[in-house]
């Protein structure tokens, strides 16, 4: 076997260590633009892992490749937003200006044009990911523009214009075109705050029993989506007996339309890393990792070094901030492009350097996660509003919200309204407000809480469907269709991550919406659970077949029979992952009707009408067919 | 602490002890849950999902989730049976499996849960994808359509140091399980025949020898899957 001095460096520096494997490929892959065979074989050979278990991992992640990419890679985004802001019309542009469709690397290797699922950037569409770095409301004209630019051998950076986006998106270890839209502060972004307060001064007061208490008092729950509650989550973790506790700080983001945590990590990172240390206090832990996705490696600069400042202030290290045997500290890991690693199981395999695949549970992460550790998993947007909750205390918060979700929710708002952006509002906002807030007009249906949540819509909801359909359903969030904009973003009635889409009259909402919501599941899927490999694909045939006019009305029953089997799946992907076509269903069944023979009740799979109709012609006949 | 718990499978009372799993625990009682990924002694991942049970209300897989004292099992019910036979009817579409032109049949698990769940027409429509057939290797024959990304071969076949043979490749659809080319080289007979052995339909193919056990003599033929348990 050859040497491979390179890699060999690489390997050394992450000692040899297996579960580091996705820095190992992250570097190689920075280094060499692609991961080869023969390289496979090295790493194979010093990992002491077969060759099929390093790709293994390397084929699962979307940034990562095999294959020779081009000098410059463009990853255009492919969210339905994207597309409602004339991605077609840039994509176009880009096939042209670098003379290859998307998909491919030109002949000349200069370009890499690849499609890529959300990046983060909903609310400054079209957006794309040029070698590593963030284009936002690209169009025709500023594509042509850039494709001139590379081709005439311009670094990336020299691309970029002057005036960067707001707050730290200008900061040097930053430069990016991003604009963080924040559109309406309350308690959590507000600036009323120092940094590390809590962790400089009234920490010491506290027992971690004591943190855990107001945590629990406060009521918090986890704000990515699920709602679990915080404190009873940091108390299972914190009981849990092992060598090591570990806090994870989940900043994969890839719901679709979701972008909450790009600005927090932007503009409050000293929050985020504040609560995992508070985190770490209360539960004894002592390993910090935050799981920042690929496409956000435009930050990693910035955040390493707000940690080396926490470090030098000594609230990150040996006896943070004096206290005698804390010891805590974090170190960022990022991801290659997998929307399944937001699973916090998932998260946990990526992180030890394995394909994304969701875990069996039990066992949970609190009882054995990271290399076996007890393992706490906590969203950007908890573990920053645990530090204001901290800081004020429980009682405080209290004040804002509703009785059963208290405090406020980082709103991503996207789609056809005047002001996209972040807005923090308290819980209990009715979708009435927050179309007002936004400057919607002429809304057909909003999704609340991405794909994976639900579409709702007017017409069939007090039928006999409800219940029986409710208990498969469970929404992670909905569409929401105008009859419902009463409707409250709440725990107990439209719970939510933090996505809002909204989609006006013009939108065609099965043909263009939901059929890109289940190509994102398609692609996404990690391929593991027979159902959700296959079933979405075969949902999306059907939905095709009845687009095309030739679904009958079985096909629509048939749908919602097959979402059944889907919930058979481990994770809440592949649980969700019909849920575009089932909900749309569910809400909006009309455009289905619309779309089905509603006077055929067989689908005899061939229209022989159809078929003879160019002979009839020829032959100047009428068809003559008996109906069945 | 005593290690004696009672469980309820379909309102049948079960004494029996903590640590096992609830296909385990089933088996020891003769009850029938269908597997197809379990493979006894391998590390525990419920990918088929067809050991589908109901606990209050919710799915979880039979193979992988420890029995509970008090647990209350929902098993052999019109909805589950259903969804298992739904999910052999998509393993069918979503591969490619002629059992007729197949050296596994007989042997075949799908095959046998096909049967026993009495699938005629699959509800989806025939998908069949095409897949590549990998006939690089000199021990066996790796046949893609007839893959149902199991992951036995890859939890059960491992060389002297602990390597494996077999691995996943891409992700959601494009999810394949490949043989390792630079392992696959010097591979003995006895791990390919097991490697056969151990796959549950006919996906991995030991090269030469065949039909060394005729139709209508083999393992499922004589004895329908599940047959041994009361149901």
């Known amino acids: 076997m050859p040497e491979n001095n390179q890699i060999s460096e690489i390997l050394k520096k992450f000692n040899n260590d297996r579960s580091r494997l996705m820095d190992i490929l992250l570097e190689i892959q920075e280094k060499q633009n692609f991961v080869n065979e023969e390289d496979i074989k090295f790493l194979s050979e010093k990992l002491g892992v077969s060759g099929g278990e390093i790709n293994e991992t390397l084929s699962f992640y979307h940034f990562f490749s095999d294959k020779e990419l081009g000098k410059y890679n463009i990853y255009l985004n492919d969210s339905i937003t994207a597309n409602m802001k004339g991605r077609t019309e840039v994509k176009k542009a880009f096939e042209e200006a670098c003379a290859t469709p998307i998909g491919n690397v030109s002949e000349d290797k200069q370009f890499g044009l690849f499609s890529t699922s959300c990046i983060g950037m909903n609310d400054q569409e079209p957006a794309a990911i040029i070698n590593n770095k963030i284009f936002t409301q690209l169009t025709p004209y500023r594509v042509r523009q850039l494709v001139k630019g590379m081709r005439d051998g311009k670094p990336i950076e020299d691309l970029m214009y002057e005036n960067f986006g707001d707050g730290n998106n200008a900061d040097p270890d930053v430069k990016a075109m991003v604009f963080n839209n924040i559109r309406r502060k309350s308690i959590i972004l507000k600036n009323d705050y120092e940094p590390y307060t809590f962790l400089k001064g009234k920490i010491r007061d506290y027992s971690p029993e004591q943190v855990i208490k107001v945590i629990e008092d406060s009521n918090l729950r986890g704000r990515g989506g699920a709602g679990f509650p915080t404190g009873l989550k940091w108390r299972f973790g914190s009981r ?43 539960t004894g832990a002592d ?57 916090e199981s998932a998260l946990i395999e990526s992180l030890e350097g394995k394909r994304g695949e969701p875990r069996d549970k039990p066992p949970f992460p609190v009882e054995k996660g990271y290399l076996g550790y007890p393992t706490i998993i906590n969203n950007v947007e908890t573990l920053a509003t645990a530090v204001k909750i901290m800081h004020h205390g429980a009682n405080w918060y209290a004040n804002f919200g509703t009785k059963d979700s208290l405090g406020t929710k980082l709103l991503s708002i996207s789609g056809d309204c005047k002001l996209p952006g972040i807005y923090e509002v308290e819980w209990g906002i009715s979708i009435k407000e927050v179309l007002e807030m936004c400057g919607a007009e002429d809304a057909q249906a909003i999704q ?45 009635d439209l719970p939510t991550g933090g996505s809002i889409i909204i989609f006006n009259n013009q939108r065609d909402l099965l043909g263009d919406v939901v059929l890109n919501f289940m190509d994102f599941f398609i692609e996404e899927s990690c391929g593991s659970c027979s159902t959700c490999r296959n079933l979405p694909v075969l949902m999306k045939m059907k939905l095709e077949k009845i687009l095309a006019g030739n679904g009958v009305k079985k096909d629509i029953e048939d749908l919602l029979s097959w979402g059944k089997t889907l919930k058979a799946s481990r994770c809440g992907l592949g649980q969700t992952a019909g849920n575009p076509i089932l909900s749309s269903i ?25 078929a003879v109709e160019p002979y009839m012609d020829f032959v100047h006949r009428k068809p003559m067919f008996h109906h069945f | 602490m005593s290690n004696q718990i009672k469980i309820v499978i379909d309102g049948q009372e079960i004494i029996t002890e903590r640590g096992k799993t609830i296909v385990e625990v089933a088996r020891e009682n003769n009850i029938f849950i269908p597997t197809l990924c379990f493979f006894e002694g391998a590390e525990k991942k419920a990918n088929c999902r067809i050991c589908t049970i109901k606990i209050n209300n919710r799915m979880m897989t039979s193979c992988t989730t420890p029995v509970v004292d008090g647990m209350e099992i929902e098993n052999n019910t019109p909805e589950l049976n259903d969804i298992r036979k739904s999910i052999i009817e998509l393993l069918f579409v979503s591969g490619n499996h002629f059992c007729p032109a197949c050296e596994k049949s007989g042997n075949c698990e799908l095959q046998a849960l096909a049967y026993r769940y009495q699938m005629m027409v699959p509800r989806f429509p025939y998908w069949f994808p095409k897949k590549q057939i990998d006939a690089s290797n000199k021990k066996i024959i790796k046949e893609q359509n007839r893959c149902i990304a199991c992951k036995r071969c890859i939890k059960t076949i491992f060389d002297e140091k602990g390597r494996r043979y077999f691995a996943f490749k891409n992700r959601g659809q494009k999810l394949e399980v490949v043989l390792d080319q630079v392992m696959g080289k010097t591979m003995s007979d006895e791990i390919a025949k097991k490697a056969m052995e151990n796959c549950p339909v006919g996906s991995i193919l030991y090269r030469e020898t065949g039909f060394e056990v005729p139709i209508g003599e083999r393992k499922y033929e004589n004895e329908p899957i599940g047959s041994n348990l009361k149901g």
């Open chain 1, 240 to 282: 849990t007996d092992g060598a090591h506790r570990v806090i994870i700080c989940n900043a994969d983001e890839g719901e679709p339309g979701t972008f909450k945590d790009r600005v927090l990590l932007t503009q409050y990172p000293e929050m985020v890393f504040e609560g995992m240390v508070i985190a770490a206090f209360a």
């Open chain 1, 448 to 492: 609340v809480g991405g794909p994976s949540g639900m579409l709702i819509g007017m017409k069939d909801f007090d039928n006999l469907d409800k219940t029986t359909l409710m208990r498969w359903y469970k929404p992670s969030g909905m569409m929401v269709a105008e009859r419902f904009f009463d409707r409250r973003l709440s725990y107990s």
């Open chain 1, 586 to 610: 569910f809400n909006f069944r009309h455009l289905y009707e619309r779309h089905v023979q509603s006077l055929k009740e067989f689908d005899n799979g061939f229209d022989l009408e159809k």
């Open chain 1, 287 to 343: 390993i910090g990792l935050l799981y920042l996705r690929y496409e956000y490696k435009y930050l990693l600069k910035f955040l390493n070094r707000k940690l080396k400042e926490m470090q030098e202030q000594n609230l990150l290290g040996n006896n943070i901030s004096g206290i005698r045997d804390f010891n805590f500290s974090i170190r960022i890991q990022l991801g290659a492009g997998a929307y399944v690693c937001g699973e």
